[in-house]
């Protein structure tokens, strides 16, 4: 696997970890919305009839949305965590540190110099050699 390919993968991993992010949202608005349309004294308490009908509707399609973003995000969590074993498997720490700053910490190449206390062009050739020596 070139490089190219080692910096779509983290990028990947770091999006579908912002997607996840996203999912485990919408899945506690679910939560919050199942629980209102449940509750018998609440104010969606409703006793029948078409409204009856389309709070039952909506229940069933948050429920389907539901299992579909859980399965999302547990697909979406299995990639961020072979993204950063991978990471974490590498000899130096040095090349740890860069690559998770670039990638889950969203750091640019003058703010990682500035962390790692070297120059912008020592860490643009550290995150080089790191990423030659990423293994997926």
């Known amino acids: 696997m070139n490089s190219r ?13 912002e997607r996840l992010d996203v999912l485990l ?7 919050a919305n199942e629980r209102r349309a449940n509750f018998p004294s609440g104010p969606q308490r409703v006793y029948g009839g078409p409204r009856r009908d389309k709070v039952q509707d909506s229940v069933c399609k948050l429920q389907t949305e539901f299992e ?13 965590c072979r993204a950063l074993a991978a990471i974490n498997a590498l000899e130096l720490p040095a090349h740890r540190t860069v690559l998770t700053l670039r990638y889950f910490g969203g750091l640019d190449w003058e703010q990682i110099a500035e962390r790692m206390g070297k120059s912008r062009d020592a860490v643009i050739k550290l995150h080089g050699r790191a990423l030659q020596k990423l293994e997926f």
């Open 25 to 31: 949202n919408k899945a506690e608005h679910f939560s």
């Open 68 to 80: 579909r973003f859980k399965g999302l995000a547990e697909a979406y969590q299995q990639e961020t």
């Open 5 to 17: 390919e080692k910096i779509n993968l983290l990028r990947q991993a770091v999006h579908d970890g």
